[in-house]
């Protein structure tokens, strides 16, 4: 068995200027750089998702009516209205430009169901329909995941879940993260929550691909 890094987001609508810009979402980008560089010269597949919504995603503040930020409820269950970001074939879906996608392994879709959101990389918010991520690892004989990306206290988070509860290794590799923080303390608490449901952090330093 091996491992994969596995990209979360690194998408230009998350970034300074983009439609539900991260604080400091570009920092990570020198990180991704750095762990795509390492994780090759190791034989290690490169994966990155991308947040793929329909133009009339039920999560946008524009379709539901609701504002931005404030909670409603999609598919039954709760959601944050979000801003319209990361439409498919938009600008701001595309990963950020010093990423190249021709060096990725895998890439991902989420989020293209416009009637429910989905901010982990393998299911849906409901855990009702999967990606094609899991069979993909399967395939590959991959146990062990190294994570990173935007935003940590959505994406990151329900993506590391999900894989913990799958049964894989996970690595958050922290100073590759970035979150929302609708409250300040969001991202830090998002990081406990994944090291106490079994996830390792680590700063990109101490990771050996
Ligand atoms: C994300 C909110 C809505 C994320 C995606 O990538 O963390 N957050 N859609
Ligand atoms: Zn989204």
Redesign the pocket.
Known sequence: MSAALLL??LQND?CPQGA?AVSEGDRVIPIALNAIKQAQQNSVPVIATQ?WHPAQHG?FASQSGGKIGEMGELAGLEQIW?PD??VQGSEGAEFHPLLNAAHFDHIVHK?TDASI?S?SAFFDNGRRASTELHHWLQRHQIDTLYMMG??TD???KYSVMDALHLGYRVVVITDGCRG?NIKPEDSKIALQQMQTLGATLMTLSDVRF
């Open positions: 979360i987001d998350f539900l947040d999560s979000w970001h990361c989020g959101d901010y935007l935003a959505y994406c990151v929302v």
